[in-house]
């Protein structure tokens, strides 16, 4: 049995700044578009400035007007005039950086999609077995849909705010360095709020996303094996344990938003607090004549005081996504740069091959439907080819999902090209193990398996696999029609060859008396079929490929012994000069092996024929007369 799921992962604190880093290196394809992006920002943020600094020479020709009764209409209108331009062109230097951005982060996010996908595709089968498929599917959606909100919306925030900070307090200097020291204190006390609320917020956010991913790990499973929850009653089970998952998730997004939903009133607090204090300096100041303020200086600094405290409250606003974006983004970055890809060293690789009356095997460019280990020496640079015949050995192979615990314990066997081997025993005796080892989806620690007299670790994974073909007992169905499904075995096939296939696999049938026969589009996993059915198909998708070893994990279960038996006979075809293993409880099916292995606590204790080990009287004899039944 595969490992079992961590449930719980260890928390380490995020690291805010290698996380910064990746994002900002995905961005980077994108140098010229963020130029744009920044230059709209800084056009924008200056409009509100200069918008504002327009306000001095405005309210002082008003004031002016008032004090001797002239009215400049030509300067207040040219004022207001400049001041709509500066606005509209800022309103439109806004509308254009967005667009852009938008771009940038749509385009950034499907390359990180893109990435994760990719290193997944690449992962061994030990990191799925440890993980649920929900808690990896909210990979791409919770966590890469927390990262478009921080790209698309907080990173031009925070650009714009920075640049509107800096714009608006080298004006202030300008007008008053006096009221400018306030503005010194107050920010001093703003940085310092926002510092200690976001060490607080940064580990509870992190924790978030993971109790989130185990969450929605837990409701995938549900769903998914809603029919087993029902017939065995145990819907309050599962409301109690997502209660527990979901109190979880609970606890803490409560520790994550505790501190950064009270950031906001908190700034805008101050922010109130920042221009009551500068309205009551400026208004003494004006008066006693202190700085030469004037009515327009003190209304336009006090704009400018809203200005410089806008920017760190908008900030203060997106706190809440950009730690969340970081937490998903972290975990999404673990699984591209920090997870281990499935090793391969191997360099024998599988070729076509064209072998006259001699044995003389000679490379083909085309498909000649027999197939050659390449071997390349290094020493002398010469290569070398053995025929792919199916012979597999296992020598003293010990293996074990963890460490100290071991599954298979010195199992060796040898099976030569067209003898069908059958595996029998309990569950958890290592059947399943042994398949597992020969396609390499675990390397075993201690002990050789031989594929045509190589080691197989000297052979590449993919050309490896490719030599074989795996009917498992969970059959999985593509979205697709049955056609494309089938054909999946053997992406070139023609159709009469997935036609060939479906009538081997006594499949043939029952897809023609389908709606729209190999057309028929399957969904949900096939959901629209009987399970036999469905196993059916995945036996065509094996039949198809064409594999010189062929591999049956309990194929057969869901079928009826009638279908079965007629099955057994179009497999004949199929096993013929291949080396086919077998899995099986129904001892019926493995009859005609040509050895059967009973294995029992990862060792084989009995191996013969059906006849030699009926004859021995076993354990074979046990299970095989009812005397002891199969778990």
Not at 293 to 310: A, E, I, M, N, P
Not at 462 to 471: G, K, Y
Request: charged share 20%.
């Amino acid at each position: 049995m595969p490992p079992r799921r961590n449930q719980k992962p260890v928390q380490k604190p995020t690291n805010i700044k290698h996380t910064l880093k990746r994002i900002f290196s995905y961005m980077g394809k994108y140098k010229t578009l963020f130029v744009f992006v920044v230059a709209g920002v800084i056009v924008s943020a200056f409009a509100g400035i200069a918008g504002n600094y327009l306000l001095k020479p405005l309210i002082d020709n008003i004031e002016n007007a008032l004090e001797t009764g002239q009215w400049d209409r030509g300067k207040f209108v040219s004022i207001l005039s400049v001041m709509a331009g500066i606005y509209v062109a800022g309103a439109l230097c806004t509308f254009m950086y967005q667009r852009v951005m938008l771009k940038i982060s749509t385009e950034t996010l499907m390359r990180i999609r893109n990435d994760l996908f990719t290193k997944m595709e690449s992962l061994p089968i030990r990191y799925f077995d440890k993980h649920t498929h929900g808690e990896l599917m909210s990979l791409y959606t919770n966590d890469t849909d927390t990262l478009r909100e921080m790209l698309s919306n907080s990173i031009a925030q925070v650009i714009s705010s920075v640049i509107t900070i800096t714009g608006v307090f080298v004006a202030m200097i300008v007008y008053s360095w006096q009221l400018t020291i306030i503005v010194v204190i107050i920010l001093i006390i703003m940085v310092n709020i926002i510092g200690f609320i976001g060490s607080h917020s940064s580990k509870g956010f992190i924790a978030q996303q993971r109790a989130l991913g185990r969450a929605n790990g837990y409701i995938e499973e549900m769903i998914d094996g809603q029919k087993v929850v029902k017939v065995f009653c145990h819907e309050d089970i599962a409301n109690a344990e997502f209660d527990k998952l979901n109190e979880e998730l609970c606890e803490a997004a409560t520790r994550a938003n505790t501190f950064a939903n009270i950031l906001m009133p908190i700034m805008g607090n101050l922010s109130y607090f920042h221009y009551a204090v500068t309205a009551i300096a400026g208004g003494i100041m004006m008066v006693n004549g202190i700085g030469g303020l004037t009515v327009g200086t003190v209304v336009s600094y006090l704009q400018f005081t809203r200005s410089f405290s806008q920017p760190i409250t908008q900030v203060s606003q997106q706190i809440n996504s950009v730690l969340t974006a970081l937490a998903g983004a972290e975990r999404i970055f673990k699984v591209i740069d920090d997870e281990e890809p499935e090793s391969d060293e191997g360099y024998v690789t599988l070729v076509n091959a064209e072998i006259d009356e001699k044995g003389n095997i000679k490379e083909s460019e085309k498909r000649t439907g027999r197939w050659a280990w390449k071997h390349p020496h290094k020493a002398d640079g010469t290569v070398t080819y053995t025929e792919v015949r199916g012979n597999v050995e296992f020598d003293d192979v010990v293996f074990g999902y963890e460490p100290n615990k071991t599954v298979l314990n010195g199992i060796s066997l040898y099976a030569k090209a067209g003898q069908k081997i059958a595996f029998v025993g309990s569950t958890g005796a290592g059947k399943t193990t042994i398949t597992n080892l020969i396609n390499r989806f675990y390397d075993v620690p201690d002990g050789k398996i031989r594929y045509d007299g190589i080691n197989i670790n000297k052979i590449k994974k993919d050309d490896l696999r490719r030599s074989q073909s795996v009917v498992l007992q969970d059959t999985h169905l593509f979205t697709g029609t049955v056609m494309d499904n089938i054909r999946y075995g053997k992406l070139d096939a023609t159709d009469e060859e997935v036609y060939n296939a479906a009538k081997l696999a006594n499949a043939d049938d029952f897809i023609r008396h389908l709606e729209n026969g190999y057309d028929t589009m399957l969904t949900a996993d096939g959901s629209n079929l009987s399970q036999g059915q469905r196993q059916l198909l995945a036996i065509a998708r094996a039949a198809v490929a064409d594999p010189p070893v062929l591999i049956l994990d309990e194929a057969t279960s869901s079928i009826d012994t009638r279908t079965e038996a007629l099955i057994e006979k179009g497999m004949d075809g199929l096993m013929e000069g291949r080396t086919v293993f077998v899995i099986a409880h129904r001892l019926s099916t493995v009859r005609n092996s040509h050895a059967i292995m009973v294995l029992e606590y990862g060792k084989i204790i009995e191996r013969g024929n059906h006849d030699s080990l009926i004859s021995q009287r076993g354990k074979y004899y046990q299970l095989y007369t009812g005397m002891f039944e199969l778990s």
